[in-house]
Each structure stands twice: as structure tokens, then as C-alpha cells.
């Protein structure tokens, strides 16, 4: 793929209009705030590519998980893109706008998509950005220089963005799948990318960076994947939801009513009771751990339920 093809679907990701249905403070409660910056680049073949970290083994939640760098907010006045950034710095080490310009390299705010709802109840805005030549943004980075942070971040890699949606030539992973999880009496759909440790389609940049996984990756022999017993790297979950809707946003094949989960957090947050605090509500930490006797049409009214079940059969 040519970089200008790669920067049409970066004027896509630029033109996509986020649905502004309901106030912020519902959709992206106080207590519950989270998000993640998604960084596209161009790769050696002029693909379109996204960074991932991979979580230190260390970590209470999600530890070990294929991840976008991100976290929670420290405070009710960060925004959204301020939480996505400072996350970024603190993981990663990416460095802040002066820094990056002394790089000869700039981060371009794309946009925002909805929000997610995550496993443990919070509320996760994906910030889009794109990291490219200061000046040529059709130009492929040489160099960037970043430090993981050991408590959060084992290794970081990429793949290229349209991987999610089988539309790009070079598809590096090395199996897929899609399976149907219930939870809370909805079907949810849970995608697998098994991609390999060691990629020689990577960039040299990242293939730079320290990675202080060690031993710690996930073993394939028991996957059906044809890789002589190698490594794998598991992208997964919510995760790759968001990368697969964003790939459909990028070629213009998202039907954006549909795109996260505002309706379903609304209806949390307002006929819920739900979301509110920071400690999780009895009704909330029994669906984390998916109990049986725990549901979506415990907390919300039927009328409402219905129509968002119907968005799960999309």
C-alpha cells in the first residue's frame, strides 16, 4: 500500500463523526474514566500501522494482555486526551510535543471514538492519533525514541491497522478468531489476533526498544498455529474490537450509530444506579466475574434492554 493510499485512510479516520447523543459525565462517568491513545504510523511498506504494548506480568488487572497505551484518569478536570497522553508518557515514555518536535517528529490528533465499556466497569475513550515527519507527514519515521516503563510495560510491537479487516496485502498474524462470549445475557463478540513474537515486517525503531518480557510470552503449541512452537502475541478482546471498528472507519465500511457502547453506559449511569462510585456496586462485581444469577435486565429498564440487544445482533 502506497503512503498516499495510507493518508486517504487517515483523512477517513479525520472525517468520522462521533455520535454526540448523550452528556459527557454519563457516558464518560467521573469515577470511572479511562482511555487509551491508539498511534498510527507508516510502516516499511507504506501500511498504515498501530502501536501496542504488551502488560507487565506485574500488574493486578489484565496483567500480561496485549494492550493501547492508557489508563485511568488521576482527576475529574483531565480530559480525555490529557489521560490517553500522560498514560503514554508514563508506559511508554513517549515524549510530550517539544521533545518530539526537537524528534523532527509530530503526534496529530486524528479524533476521539465512542466509549467502551470495559470487563470492570469503566468507561474507555479511544483518542486517535497519528505520529509522523514534523514536516512530511507522507514520510515514513526513521527514529523514535522511547523508554518502557518496567511496573507496567514488558514489550511493545505493531501491526498493520487493516490486519483487523483482512484488507491488507501482508497480513502478519498468524491465525484469528472470532467467538461469541455471554455476558450479562448479551453476546459478545471476542476476536483473537495471534500475532508472532518476532516479526520481520516490524520497524527498526521498535525492534530497538528494550523489551523486558523475557520468558513471559504465550506459548502456541496448543493453538493449531504452524509456527514451530515459536511465541505468539495474543491481541484480543476489547482491544481489537476497537481496532477492528477503527479499521472500518479508516476504508469507510462503519455504521457509526453502532460503533462502543454509549448506549449501553448510558443506561448504566442513568436508570442503572450503576457507575457512579468508585467502589464497584454488589450488582458490578458480580457481573466482573460473570456470575449466573447477574444481568443487564436487572439494572435496566426493558424498553431500553431490548433496543440495545438489538445492537448485539449487529
Known sequence: MSSIATLELIANIKRFAVPKVYPVQQIWPAFRRS??????????????RVLLT????????????????????DNEQETEVDVARRECFEEIGLPYDDELQKQG??????????????????????????????????????????????????SIFSIPLLDLIDKHNKREYLKKSVK???WGHLKWPIKHFYYPT?????????????????DDEDLIDDMNIHSNGKDIKDLWGLTAQMLYDLANIAVNNANN??????????????????????????????????????????????HIYNHIVNEFKL
Open 257 to 302: 450509530n453502532y460503533i462502543g457502547n454509549e448506549n449501553l453506559i448510558y443506561a448504566l449511569t442513568e436508570f442503572g444506579g450503576q457507575m457512579l462510585d468508585r467502589k464497584r456496586t454488589d450488582w458490578e462485581a458480580g457481573m466482573i466475574v460473570n456470575e449466573k444469577d447477574k444481568n443487564y435486565e436487572q439494572v435496566i429498564p426493558k
Open 180 to 182: 461469541t462470549y455471554h
Open 54 to 73: 504488551k502488560r507487565s506480568r506485574k500488574l493486578n488487572n489484565f496483567s500480561g494482555h496485549v494492550s493501547l497505551p492508557g489508563g485511568k484518569a
Open 35 to 48: 482511555a487509551v491513545m491508539i498511534i498510527l504510523f507508516i510502516g516499511n511498506y507504506g501500511e498504515l
Open 105 to 154: 517528529l509530530k503526534l496529530e490528533h486524528l479524533n476521539m471514538m465512542p466509549c467502551y465499556l470495559s470487563r470492570t466497569f469503566l468507561s474507555v475513550r479511544p483518542i486517535v492519533c497519528f505520529l509522523h515527519d514534523h514536516d512530511k507527514p507522507s514520510v515514513q519515521i526513521k527514529n523514535l525514541k522511547l523508554l518502557l516503563n518496567p511496573g507496567e510495560t514488558s
Open 198 to 214: 518476532k516479526n520481520n515486517n516490524e520497524v527498526t525503531w521498535l525492534d530497538d526498544i528494550l523489551d523486558l518480557s523475557s
